[in-house]
């Protein structure tokens, strides 16, 4: 799907608006959180390099994710069912 610009900037400036009301983590917020952990488990490398970059790998996917869901929410909200007397009347 492409998007024209003016569709762009709106929906930046709503990115914007969520992240500045506190109801969606900056990126950066998201990093910091993915670093913290990673700080966290540092002496724990005694499971060895490989297992610990996979944990960290899974932490980082999770993050993104979640980031990503909260994104798709702004960009393609849920569909808003419309109801109509006449259509609550026929049922």
Same mark, same amino acid.
């Given at each position: 799907?492409? *998007?024209?610009?003016?569709?762009?900037?709106? #929906?930046?400036?709503? =990115?914007? +608006? #969520?992240? $500045?009301?506190?109801? *969606?983590?900056?990126?950066?917020?998201?990093? =910091? $959180?993915?670093?913290?952990?990673?700080?966290?488990?540092?002496?724990? *490398?005694?499971?060895? %390099? =490989?297992?610990? %970059?996979?944990?960290?790998?899974?932490?980082?996917? &999770? =993050? +993104?994710?979640?980031?990503? +869901?909260?994104? +798709?929410?702004? !960009?393609?909200?849920?569909? !808003?069912? #419309?109801?109509?007397?006449?259509?609550? &009347?026929?049922?």
């Amino acid at each position: 799907m492409k *998007m024209i610009p003016s569709e762009r900037r709106k #929906l930046e400036r709503r =990115a914007q +608006e #969520l992240i $500045a009301t506190g109801k *969606m983590p900056t990126l950066t917020q998201v990093q =910091a $959180a993915i670093e913290t952990t990673r700080q966290k488990f540092q002496p724990r *490398m005694e499971y060895g %390099q =490989a297992d610990f %970059q996979e944990r960290i790998h899974g932490l980082r996917v &999770a =993050a +993104e994710k979640i980031y990503k +869901e909260e994104f +798709e929410k702004i !960009v393609c909200p849920p569909p !808003v069912q #419309l109801r109509f007397p006449f259509l609550e &009347a026929s049922r």
